[in-house]
Every structure is written in structure tokens, then in C-alpha cells.
């Protein structure tokens, strides 16, 4: 969705001498000047009556010129010593008193403007509300407000079919939710018997924002970059499709198959798809599929004694999941800088194929915990996390800004945010404190080493094929 600006750039990219614009905008549908800083009701109201409309443009510290002529007439500004206090004054108004609270960015130009007669230590606060699929945010006094027209202030609405038409605008987002969480990748034959895990990445679920990245380029940079700061999951092959980009991992895999793909549509949502090893557990064979593997022997010794008598399972290799999950949280990371996002993206996952399944996991931690309680198997063909669709039904990953001066640890988090479902859906542990007293390593260390042990175990196997 396009949303009116005065300016021909985003709002973190405005620069003091554009706010002579202005000059040529006036009050209305899209935009209101207040010449002082507004009580907190007042606040409230304006970034209702904006979100619950077509969204626009508040400035603080302007004043109009005229009724007659509503344009930016002085730039007043206001007080350095009062800004802070202003900024949280409008994040608490539209916390304390608006329900829902809408989204809208905030940014804060400084003077000296001479040519527009900003002051030194003065400053014009800029406030762009989103229009929100949110709708109706209603305000503590009961009403819901909106713009009209050439009003400089917001109106409450009684109007029946008005207030329909707002409770119904998320119903379109809802659809889409809906749509993409049932639109799983198409497999062939043979795939479809095999599991596959689907991540569904978005930055922003609500489309408050109007996101968009188009350069081809970029995107593929973005895709095939290696090294990463902890790791890499690069596609080799990236293409544009009628949504938007394809990356595929095709070295050393048949083309035909559906091997890690990443679908990136240009409003920065994702489908990453990734194969996952299976094989069964008929003795001997077992073992020369698990060579290369630390604790394979333990494994299958309770594998033997846990499956009874039912002959082989169906084994899931997980051992290569997490340091897939580190190189896409690094290619996230890059995709989310081209479009200057700077907050958590979101996250559903969906594990298809996987019916009758058990894991494997080459931690001794986990495989004593499948000894004492049995062996955990996912008995449904396919499961999403969380269950329902929709905006809200998302996991927030969250980008862990305060640590940026430890960019590795960022990445290690989200990957192990993202693990997390993956694991709860597999009944295998999303996170094992270390024991005091005791030299086991940190669970996150313990998967990262895995998947060393996962690339050698694929090695062995990749020899015995071609030797047979």
C-alpha cells in the first residue's frame, strides 16, 4: 500500500532543510500542524483519527499560515529542554490511551533553519502514522476518531456503515495470512513422502509500512554472501520470479528436486524451504547411515530398546538444522538492511511430511533425556507454530539491538528463537542449561558442533553412494 507523504523519502531519511515543503501543503486529510506541543489527549486523538483514515503527517512546532491558507507559514520549533518530554509524551498518549495502540515513527529535525526562521536549539518533531488494518482505535473517551477532508482536527464517527467499513479493513489482511500459511511448496511424488520444514519470515505482519526492495543486485548479494559473521547458508542460483526472487542451493543437488530454496517476494516476506534427512533404522544399514557421528552408538542402542517390535522407524536428522538457521538469520539481517528495518521480524513455522517420525539429535543431553522418557515421535503430518494465521499469530524474533557491539551473539539468538519451534514440534529441547560442577558445553555450542559432525556425516554417506 502507498501512503501519502510530503517528502520523496522515508522518514528517517528527512532532512531539516526539506521541511520547506511545507510551505506548499496544507492542513487536511493527510497532515496537521500544531504550533505548541499538545496536551496528551490531544496527541491521542490525532494519531487515531490518522491511523483509522488513510494515515498521514503530524508536525509539532509549526504553525499554519492562515485559515484561508493552511500551509506551513512559521516554524516555530519547539524548546530543546521540552523535546524529550514531548517524544514520550506522544509514545505515552498513544500507549495509555488509545486501543489498540496504532503504529507510527516518530523523527526530530534540529535548527538552525535560517531560510525557514528555525531557531538554534529549537526543533520541528515529525510524526508519520501509519493507516492501520488495526482498525478502529478507539480512544479512552469512548470515541473513534478520523480525519475529514480539510478538517484540521479529528472528528469522532457515529457514522453505522463508517465504523463497519474500519472493523472490517483487517479482514483483507486476514485473508492474506490465511492464504499464504495454506499455500505450502508443491513437491513431487516421491517428496512428498519425505520432511520438509517451511519458515515463513515477515517484518511486518500488519503491512503497516510500506516495505519494498526491487534491486536485483542487492538482493542477490544479500543471498550468496560467504563467509557470514558465524555462518553461511549461501545460494548459489538467484533469480527474479513474478513475486520476486528465488534462491536456490543447487550445488552438488539435482536440479529437479526441491532441495533449500528461499522465496523472496519484494515486500520482504520469505518462504525458506529445507529438506530435512531421513532414512530408516533397519540395523546395520543404520549405522552406515550415522557414521560420523559422535553419539550414534547411544542413540541407537536406545532406539533398540525404546521401538519394541515394530521393525524399522522413520529417522529425522536434525543435526544440520541449526547452523542452517544461523545463515538465515544472517540473511535476514542483510535483506532487513536494504530496507532500513531496524525491529524484531516474525516468524511461523511449518513442519510438513514429518508424520511417524522420530529425531536425532547428537547431543549426548538429549539423547540421555529420549532414554529416560521415551522417544519422542511427531505423529501428525503436518504442524504449525503457532497453530492459527493471522497478523497477531506470529513469534516475534527480536534483533537484540543492545548487543550490537556483539553481532555474532545477535545471530546466535535468533537462530536459537527460531530453533525453538522446530524443536518443541519434534519434542526434542529447545534450550538445556549446563550443569555447575560439570565440563558439558552450552547447549547453543553443542548444535553449532553437530553440524560439523552432520557435513561429515553426509560426507560418508555421499562416498558410499558413489562407491556403490
Not at 399 to 419: G, K, T
Request: negative net charge; glycine residues 6%.
Amino acid at each position: 500500500m502507498k501512503y501519502f507523504s510530503p517528502f520523496d523519502k522515508p522518514i528517517n531519511d528527512i532532512k531539516p532543510a526539506d521541511l520547506a515543503i511545507l510551505r506548499n501543503v496544507s492542513e487536511g486529510w493527510y497532515v496537521e500542524y500544531k504550533q505548541e506541543e499538545p496536551k496528551a489527549s490531544t496527541l491521542a486523538k490525532s494519531i487515531a483519527a490518522f491511523a483509522n483514515t488513510y494515515g498521514g503527517w503530524f508536525f509539532l512546532g509549526v504553525q499554519e499560515e492562515s485559515k484561508e491558507n493552511a500551509v506551513a507559514g512559521a516554524f516555530l520549533g519547539i524548546e530543546r529542554v521540552a523535546v524529550d518530554a514531548c517524544l514520550q509524551r506522544l509514545r505515552q498518549s498513544a500507549a495509555d490511551q488509545l486501543n489498540p495502540t496504532p503504529h507510527f515513527e516518530t523523527k526530530v529535525l534540529w535548527g538552525p533553519i535560517p531560510e525557514l526562521g528555525l531557531a538554534e536549539d529549537r526543533a520541528v518533531i515529525c510524526t508519520w502514522v501509519s493507516q492501520s488494518a488495526a482498525a478502529p482505535h478507539v480512544h479512552k473517551n469512548g470515541h473513534i476518531y478520523r480525519r475529514v477532508a480539510d478538517s484540521s482536527e479529528p472528528r469522532p464517527e457515529n457514522d453505522r456503515f463508517v465504523l463497519d467499513q474500519l472493523w472490517r479493513r483487517g479482514d483483507e489482511l486476514k485473508r492474506f495470512h490465511t492464504d499464504w500459511a495454506g499455500r505450502d511448496p508443491e513437491f513431487s511424488k516421491g517428496e512428498n513422502e519425505s520432511p520438509y520444514v517451511r519458515l515463513m519470515l515477515t517484518p511486518d505482519p500488519w503491512r503497516q509500512r510500506d516495505l519494498w526492495v526491487d534491486d536485483e543486485d542487492q538482493v542477490r548479494a544479500a543471498l550468496q554472501k560467504t563467509p557470514g559473521v558465524v555462518a553461511a547458508t549461501p545460494f548459489d542460483t538467484v533469480y527474479t520470479s513474478a513475486e520476486g526472487f528465488v534462491g536456490r542451493q543447487l550445488k552438488g543437488n539435482a536440479i529437479g528436486n526441491m532441495g533449500v530454496t528461499w522465496r523472496l517476494r519484494r515486500d520482504l516476506t520469505s518462504d525458506v524451504i529445507i529438506p530435512l534427512q531421513m532414512f530408516e533404522s533397519d540395523g546395520r544399514k543404520l549405522r552406515e547411515w550415522l557414521e560420523g557421528y559422535e553419539f550414534a552408538a547411544p542413540y541407537i542402542s536406545v532406539l533398540d530398546r525404546h521401538r519394541g517390535h515394530a521393525g524399522s522407524v522413520r529417522i529425522v536428522d536434525l543435526n544440520f538444522l541449526f547452523a542452517l538457521l544461523i545463515g538465515v538469520v544472517e540473511i535476514q539481517e542483510r535483506l532487513l538492511k536494504l530496507a532500513n528495518w531496524s525491529e524484531p521480524y516474525h516468524l511461523k513455522v511449518k513442519l510438513l511430511g514429518a508424520w511417524r517420525t522420530v529425531p536425532f539429535l547428537d547431543v549426548p543431553a538429549v539423547i540421555e533425556r529420549f532414554d529416560h522418557h521415551g522417544l519422542p515421535m511427531c505423529l501428525d503430518r503436518q504442524i504449525s507454530f503457532p497453530l492459527i494465521s493471522g497478523p497477531k499469530n506470529y513469534v516475534a524474533i527480536s534483533r537484540h539491538l543492545e548487543i550490537q557491539d556483539n553481532p555474532a551473539a545477535r545471530i546466535l539468538v535468533q537462530a536459537l528463537d527460531m530453533f525453538t519451534p522446530l524443536a518443541l514440534s519434534y519434542g526434542i529441547p529447545s534450550w538445556m542449561e549446563v550443569k555447575t560442577g560439570t565440563d558439558a558445553k552450552p547447549y547453543y555450542q553443542e548444535l553449532m558442533e553437530v553440524g560439523n559432525r552432520a557435513r561429515i556425516a553426509q560426507g560418508f554417506r555421499n562416498s558410499s553412494v558413489n562407491e556403490f
